[in-house]
């Protein structure tokens, strides 16, 4: 059974964690490993925001997805700013290979949530399962992810903060429940 009293405690000391790293690569990784065990995926990414672009930081690297053309599954996500749930994606409408799996593994299902902040898109966080794990996702799983889109929020500020060296204001791990976009 999920303990929300262990969650909120995680996230505390992950949040302080976070504060204090200045490298994104890591600050990633923490993300993506608490949605893998939260959701019990296979797999998970966080897109960042960057008109025109969503960008990923790992292994050492940023990807970057250009949403220009206004094609595939993650940008429909940001245009409809709606969390989403694919049991078989590829079989989706909109399901574009280059932008909607670019690890080139064979997903079988993905759950994506939209990253509003105060009206401002911050980015995507997605779980994803291939064949060799599959998994099915859930309400529920859903419900999860959102409850800690706040905590990914912040975490993303932080590493934009890494990365331009600015200020960004700090956001409290609470619910936001404005759902206007501006991109």
Same mark, same amino acid.
């Given at each position: 059974m999920f303990n929300?009293?262990?969650?909120?405690?995680?996230?505390?000391?992950?949040?302080?964690?976070i504060r204090s790293m200045d490298n994104n690569i890591e600050i990633n990784n923490i993300l993506e490993n608490m949605?893998?065990?939260?959701?019990?995926?296979?797999?998970?990414?966080?897109?960042?925001?960057?008109?025109p672009i969503?960008?990923?930081?790992?292994?050492?690297?940023?990807?970057?997805?250009s949403i220009e053309g206004k094609e595939g599954l993650l940008y429909e996500c940001l245009s409809k700013k709606q969390s989403v749930i694919y049991n078989y994606l590829s079989s989706e409408k909109g399901y574009v290979p280059t932008?909607? $799996?670019?690890? @080139? +593994?064979? /997903?079988?299902?993905?759950?994506?949530? *939209?990253?509003?902040d105060n009206g401002r898109f911050v980015g995507i966080a997605t779980a994803y399962s291939s064949i060799k794990k599959i998994k099915k996702f859930t309400n529920s799983d859903l419900e999860i992810f959102q409850a800690i889109t706040p905590f990914i929020i912040e975490s993303i500020y932080q590493m934009?903060? $890494?990365?331009? @060296? +600015?200020? /960004?204001?700090?956001?409290?791990?609470? *619910?936001?429940?404005?759902?206007?976009?501006i991109i």
């Open positions: 929300i009293s262990q969650l909120k405690k995680d996230l505390i000391n992950k949040t302080q964690e949605i893998i065990e939260l959701t019990e995926a296979e797999f998970s990414s966080i897109w960042i925001y960057d008109f969503l960008r990923r930081e790992r292994y050492n690297k940023c990807e970057d997805i932008i909607d $799996n670019p690890d @080139n +593994i064979r /997903i079988k299902s993905k759950v994506m949530v *939209p990253l509003i934009k903060k $890494n990365s331009e @060296n +600015i200020a /960004i204001p700090e956001t409290k791990i609470t *619910p936001n429940t404005d759902e206007n976009l």
